[in-house]
């Protein structure tokens, strides 16, 4: 395989890369490749102005269809035997958002469901003008 080069910059420094992808990092590399894929190429593409969809657009099957046709236009170039499934995405409550991030910092489920429902209180309390000391007392 040959070298993949690269010239950029980071900041003020310019940089000339160079490297031979390691065959142990292929699948490795594949997984960064489509996160990134369908993270900032697939969006661009998806909801550009001539497309007729827009990011808030409620879920449809006109919609479903859409990303899928880019989708396997984009990933195609890439990747073989692509398969896209779409659904409606539902926003979690704030309840439940605070619940999972204080579950990824490793705190018991109970735990997470104390000091979710504590700290939306306070932030629901702060927003109404109260004071963290009048919500604690």
């Known amino acids: 395989m040959d070298a993949i080069k690269l010239n950029t910059r980071l900041g003020n420094s310019t940089l000339k890369l160079s490297g031979v992808l390691r065959n142990d990092k292929i699948k490795e590399i594949a997984e960064f490749a489509l996160q990134y ?20 657009d409620e879920y449809s099957d006109a919609l479903s269809d859409h990303l899928k046709s880019e989708g396997q236009t984009l990933l195609g170039k890439f990747f073989t035997d692509v398969k ?5 995405w539902d926003k979690p409550s704030p309840i439940a958002k605070l619940i999972k991030d204080f579950l990824g910092l490793g ?10 429902a504590d700290t939306l209180k306070k932030l629901q309390a702060k927003n109404n003008g109260a ?6 007392a």
């Not at 894929?37 to 808030?56: E, I």
């Not at 896209?84 to 409606?88: G, L, M, S």
């Not at 705190?107 to 979710?116: G, T």
């Not at 004071?131 to 604690?136: I, P, R, W």
């Open 37 to 56: 894929l369908t993270w900032h190429v697939w969006p661009a593409s998806a909801y550009s102005k001539d497309s007729g969809f827009k990011r808030d």
């Open 84 to 88: 896209i499934e779409t659904a409606k």
């Open 107 to 116: 705190f018991s489920e109970d735990e997470a469901k104390v000091m979710a």
């Open 131 to 136: 004071t963290e000391e009048a919500v604690d």
